[in-house]
């Protein structure tokens, strides 16, 4: 769930014009809103009167304002994965977060200065899997209608299959009576019919955000998830702070003689790290 905290939601300076995913902390001196997808932790503020700017989006996410909740289409510029737009001399990449349909990132760059920032919003930074199994995908209830469809899915293949295999993406696959962390199965049909429930989560694992700001060497670090104070935010950047670039900022030498943090920060690997920080781009 993403903080609500007004000084997480304005970029600073010289991008402090505009806002992300902040529609409760709206100011008067800024116009524009920058939504990186529809999910309501991240829309919370916004309304069908909304008109203190632009809400630049997806044209997917787009559709879910207006369809949801009514947002007219004059408030909201789109911008689609791979396109840039320019907006007060701020140049603004949108970049695919993988994860919901329509997510992006942002990337800020100040063309004056050369500041960038990149907002992340909740995004999955998985490599992207390759198929290299024919597989059906089908719509999985949790309940007995999944087998009903199933077998409904073997009858049409007749003779060719004994059996259907299916794999239901969900949050609860594991339970502490499971041996060896291993998931039973639910089993219908005399074996006929196979369904596991395997551990899926559209947000970055632990092992994929600590690539990923390595990857970028950001200077600063904005955490906007399970970052409501002050000590939050120290926890959450200290986890990462051997992976970024901070031999610009003197305040912060001392990151580098720290021992990296170990179990108490990995709760919040589920969670986005959302950042409105520097990502070395000069300025
Ligand atoms: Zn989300």
């Not at 203190?52 to 559709?63: D, E």
């Not at 100040?110 to 390759?130: N, V």
């Not at 291993?182 to 369904?195: C, D």
């Amino acid at each position: 769930m993403a903080t609500q905290h007004a000084s997480l939601k304005r970029l600073r300076p010289p991008l402090s014009g505009f806002i992300v995913d902040g529609f409760n902390f709206c100011e008067a001196d800024v116009r524009h809103y920058l939504l990186t997808h529809a999910h309501s932790d991240h829309t919370c503020g916004l309304h069908a009167s909304f008109d203190l700017g632009t809400v630049y989006c997806s044209s997917v996410t787009a559709r879910v304002l207006r369809a949801t909740i009514g947002l007219p289409e004059k408030r909201i510029t789109t911008i689609d994965v791979g396109q840039s737009i320019e907006v007060e001399g701020v140049q603004i990449t949108a970049l695919d977060a993988g994860h919901c349909p329509g997510s992006l990132m942002f990337l800020l760059e100040h063309l004056a200065t050369g500041h960038t920032a990149l907002h992340t919003g909740d995004m999955r930074a998985s490599q992207p899997i390759r198929e290299a199994v024919r597989v059906h995908v089908m719509p999985l209830s949790a309940g007995v209608e999944a087998h009903e469809a199933m077998g409904a899915l073997l009858q049409r293949h007749g003779e060719r299959y004994a059996a259907v295999v299916t794999f239901r993406p969900t949050g609860w696959a594991y339970s502490k009576s499971d041996e060896a962390g291993l998931p039973k199965p639910w089993v219908e049909g005399a074996g006929s019919t196979r369904m596991y429930g395997v551990p899926y989560s559209e947000h970055s694992s632990w092992e994929e955000l600590q690539a990923f700001v390595a990857a970028l060497r950001p200077r600063a670090l904005v955490p906007t998830v399970n970052a409501a104070t002050a000590r939050d935010r120290e926890r959450l950047q200290a986890a990462y702070a051997h992976a970024m670039d901070l031999a610009a900022d003197k305040g912060r030498l001392d990151w580098h003689f720290r021992r990296r943090p170990s179990s108490a920060v990995g709760a919040s690997s589920s969670s986005d790290i959302g950042g409105g920080g520097g990502t070395g781009g000069g300025g």
